[in-house]
T-cell receptor
Framework: SAVISQKPSRDICQRGTSLTIQCQVD?????MFWYRQQPGQSLTLIAT?????????ESGFVIDKFPISRPNLTFSTLTVSNMSPEDSSIYLC???????????FGDGTRLSIL | GQQLNQSPQSMFIQEGEDVSMNCTSS?????WLWYKQDPGEGPVLLIA?????ELTSNGRLTAQFGITRKDSFLNISASIPSDVGIYFC?????????????FGPGTSLSVIP
């Protein structure tokens, strides 16, 4: 399966600031996804980021708060904007190499907002 | 919306015991996935199931795709301390790029040496 690298692995940020999380994959993948995992919870899909099209956001997530870029088939970024303590979570990048293939995950970015 | 339920929510077992956990839904899924998440890491895919009734093994792990397509089971035989973690089931309704993967709430497994 693809090797998925996320940067940073963790960060502590001040409220009101923004942080951009990077996801790099060692092979070309058509589908990339961004998830949020709040402490002790399951994974919630934020958006789907397929190359060549605008990201598709799930209910409760908006582009102004979580802008996403997908410049090529191996890279994506998620920005968490104007952060508040409620944004403290693990943010996970996930990829699927084809529509009928299972999803694989990076190790996540652990974000704490003070 | 689509929801997955996992049981039990948590389990404490003795090393060497077998473990069973399941995942149910009110909707039909055409793909079932089982992941394990260790602290500080992302979920790792254990087993993927694509056909109703399918039984697939990966070492000491065995998973089954329920006949009704509304459930799946994961069994771990002869548990060891490194089996500790959170096990998530996930379902996907179709096999197109529009079909999202839905995650269950997880089963937390603790193994007592």
């Amino acid at each position: 399966s693809a090797v998925i690298s996320q940067k940073p692995s963790r960060d502590i940020c001040q409220r009101g600031t923004s942080l951009t999380i990077q996801c790099q994959v060692d092979s070309q993948v058509t589908m990339m996804f961004w998830y949020r995992q709040q402490p002790g919870q399951s994974l919630t899909l934020i958006a789907t980021a397929n190359q060549g099209s605008e990201a598709t956001y799930e209910s409760g997530f908006v582009i102004d708060k979580f802008p996403i870029s997908r410049p090529n088939l191996t890279f994506s970024t998620l920005t968490v904007s104007n952060m508040s303590p409620e944004d403290s979570s693990i943010y996970l990048c996930s990829v699927r190499s084809g529509a009928d293939q299972p999803q694989h995950f990076g190790d996540g970015t652990r974000l704490s907002i003070l | 919306g689509q929801q997955l339920n996992q049981s039990p929510q948590s389990m404490f077992i003795q090393e060497g015991e077998d473990v069973s956990m399941n995942c149910t839904s009110s909707s039909i899924f055409n793909t079932w996935l089982w992941y394990k998440q260790d602290p500080g890491e992302g979920p790792v895919l254990l087993i993927a199931l694509y056909k109703a009734g399918e039984l697939t093994s990966n070492g000491r792990l065995t998973a089954q795709f329920g006949i009704t397509r509304k459930d799946s089971f994961l069994n771990i035989s002869a548990s060891i301390p490194s089996d500790v973690g959170i096990y998530f089931c996930a379902g996907q309704r179709g096999k197109t790029s529009y079909d999202k993967v839905i995650f269950g709430p997880g089963t937390s497994l603790s193994v007592i040496p």
